[in-house]
């Protein structure tokens, strides 16, 4: 070979060049070249994740097409076929805020008297607000990819393919109903992303309280626990600690009692005078039973004992933690880890429910006061502090927010941690502490991913439930829903998206109508389905 590069003129300036080659290029419609001009040769599988078109390119997305299409033209340089299809990502929350901003709507009971159909109608007029400027940005920094045949996440094809992904897993149990702790308004009667949480918080006293829960089997010993939300105890199902702390059995003067709490916190809590009595290493505490503290409702499963948990600190409280798996991330999280219930005393306008007999129908919040005065007079309460902290606040209307389990599905990945564990490591990463640190600590500490969400600009989650057995099916495919559907379905001219979809029922075995459950998914699920739903995979296939 031995050729030389063309001599640059660098008297001319740079801009000029590149839109000097950027023309000849054109000319030629090299894009399309560099992969004809490969017919029939090995290919090498390039995935162009998808951007929003809703929004300007910022520069962050010069750098990453940059290294993209290094590698794209390295391997066709190599001899490669290098397939290169531009994809948008059209759906989700971003969309659905910025037309709430032009619509000036500013919640979800906004957007339903405003018409999801209306709605949505106007989430797909946005979607491509800015394709002009992607386009310029992406022909203008020279990175060859196919703009004119891209895959389109809103799609009935690509929407096609998400169900069918989504119907293997669910037929293979992968999907399942559970809860998600989210900020909720009970004014609002919704969730708040956390952009709107991060809107609203304020500074605010209150009485944080520790209260003691006495060791199962013994005459005098308690764990010591500390919380800001007195009205999360009495769905209190568990104590958590830390196995790698040290923690004591100590008292103090004047008191018979015998106290367990984290080494580090004894004089803070306990007071300069105490006594310990005794070191015990976390794991030791493990499993010990306590009594319910507020025993208003039962609770099945392992209930009322200690388990580990590296969320635990020394920080403040007491390095043992309350655990209620119905107003916690953490909290849900080590319930299912361990089986725990999840006891869920309050109702959507954030009301304690009956079974909390002596609060109930009132503001969960502002019953703090009453809880603790009934714990000290049951001789439970340890002590209580005035702290001030902040606390977020709903941006709209100004009420408490309440961290508040929800119905929510889940795709069971923690099945699959060991195999994604595995092969994340025969990966080849540069630089290698992406993959086998950010990438790999985050597979390490993999959770079940939360699918769906109560909102309306999605892919439809393609589960129906039977409004008679409550038996739950998941659709695949257009020509699958025509098939089952009581009302008539054209395949062909059917738009799958909300609030079309919503109006079908399905047949289910027991004679029964089955009705969609209404949330859509995730958009991330979306993108992240685009090896398949690009090529529209398997229908043509
Ligand atoms: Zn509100
Ligand atoms: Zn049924």
Same mark, same amino acid.
């Given at each position: ?20 080659i ?9 894009v ?35 290294i ?5 033209r ?12 531009? /994809?948008?990502?059209?759906h989700?929350?971003?969309? %659905? ?18 018409g999801?159909?209306?709605f949505n ?18 022909e203008?920094?020279?990175?060859? !990819? ?7 996440t ?5 929407? %096609?393919?998400?169900w ?17 702790i989210m ?9 708040l ?18 209260? @003691?829960m ?8 308690y ?8 009205w ?8 958590? !600690?830390?196995?790698?702390?040290t923690?004591?059995k100590a008292?103090?003067p004047?008191?018979?009692? !015998?106290?367990?709490l984290v ?8 007071g ?5 009595v ?9 499993n ?20 580990g948990a590296?969320?635990?600190?020394? %920080? ?9 798996p ?7 999280q080590?319930g @299912? ?7 869920q ?13 002596p609060?109930? /129908?009132?503001?969960?919040r ?6 603790t ?5 049951? /001789?439970?309460?340890?002590k ?15 009420t ?14 923690t ?19 992406? /993959?086998?640190? @950010? ?15 109560? @909102?309306y600009?999605g ?34 001219t059917?738009?799958?998206h909300r ?17 969609r459950?209404?949330e ?19 229908f %043509?296939?």
């Amino acid at each position: 070979m031995g050729g030389k590069f063309r001599e640059v003129n660098v008297k001319s300036p740079a801009s000029k060049r590149e839109e000097q080659i950027l023309s000849e290029w054109s000319a030629q419609d090299m894009v399309k070249l560099s992969v004809t001009a490969r017919e029939g040769a090995p290919p090498f599988i390039f995935y162009e994740g998808p951007p929003t078109a809703n929004g300007r390119p910022g520069i962050h997305h010069v750098l990453a097409r940059t290294i993209k299409d290094t590698v794209c033209r390295y391997k066709t340089m190599e001899g490669y076929q290098v397939n290169r299809k531009a /994809g948008w990502d059209t759906h989700g929350l971003p969309v %659905e805020i910025e037309v709430e901003k032009q619509l000036g709507l500013s919640s979800k009971l906004g957007i339903e008297e405003y018409g999801i159909e209306a709605f949505n109608h106007q989430c797909r007029q946005s979607v491509f607000t800015y394709e002009k400027e992607w386009r310029r940005m992406t022909e203008r920094i020279g990175y060859w !990819i196919d703009l004119d045949d891209p895959y389109i996440t809103l799609n009935n094809d690509y929407i %096609e393919t998400v169900w069918w992904i989504l119907k293997k897993y669910f037929d293979a149990g992968l999907i399942y109903e559970g809860h998600k702790i989210m900020p909720y308004c009970s004014r609002c009667g919704t969730p708040l992303a956390s952009h709107e949480v991060s809107l609203g918080y304020k500074d605010e006293t209150i009485n944080s309280i520790y209260v @003691r829960m006495k060791v199962v089997g013994t005459a005098n010993e308690y764990f010591l626990v500390w919380t800001t939300t007195p009205w999360t105890l009495p769905s209190n199902v568990a104590l958590a !600690i830390n196995p790698a702390f040290t923690y004591v059995k100590a008292r103090r003067p004047e008191d018979d009692c !015998i106290y367990i709490l984290v080494r580090e916190r004894v004089a803070a809590v306990l007071g300069k005078e105490a006594e310990i009595v005794e070191e015990v290493k976390g794991e030791q505490l493990l499993n010990l039973a306590y009594e319910q503290l507020l025993p208003f409702l039962e609770a099945s499963g392992p209930s009322f004992r200690v388990y580990g948990a590296d969320f635990v600190s020394t %920080e403040d409280g007491t390095g043992i933690v309350h655990i209620a798996p119905a107003f916690g991330e953490d909290d849900y999280q080590l319930g @299912r880890k361990h089986n725990l219930p999840v006891l869920q005393p309050v109702d959507k306008a954030g009301n304690f429910t009956a079974e909390i007999s002596p609060w109930a /129908g009132r503001f969960v919040r502002d019953t703090d006061d009453e809880i603790t005065a009934h714990l000290k007079a049951e /001789g439970k309460l340890f002590k209580k502090e005035r702290i001030t902290h902040s606390y977020p606040y709903c941006w709209r209307c100004d009420t408490a927010l309440l961290y508040y389990a929800r119905k929510s599905w889940y795709i069971e990945v923690t099945k699959y941690k060991d195999r994604l564990i595995a092969n994340n490591n025969k990966i080849n990463w540069y630089p290698e502490h992406v /993959g086998k640190g @950010r990438f790999g600590n985050w597979l390490e500490n993999v959770i079940d991913w939360s699918l769906s969400r109560d @909102r309306y600009w999605g892919t439809p989650l393609n589960i129906w439930r039977c409004e008679n057995c409550n038996r739950l099916d998941a659709v695949g495919s257009r020509a699958e829903l025509a098939e089952r559907a009581f009302e008539p379905v054209d395949p062909a001219t059917i738009d799958l998206h909300r609030p079309y979809i919503d109006d079908l029922h399905l047949k289910c075995e027991c004679g029964g109508r089955m009705t969609r459950t209404p949330e859509v998914i995730d958009c991330w699920f979306d993108s992240g389905s685009m090896p398949y739903a690009q090529w529209h995979y398997p229908f %043509e296939h």
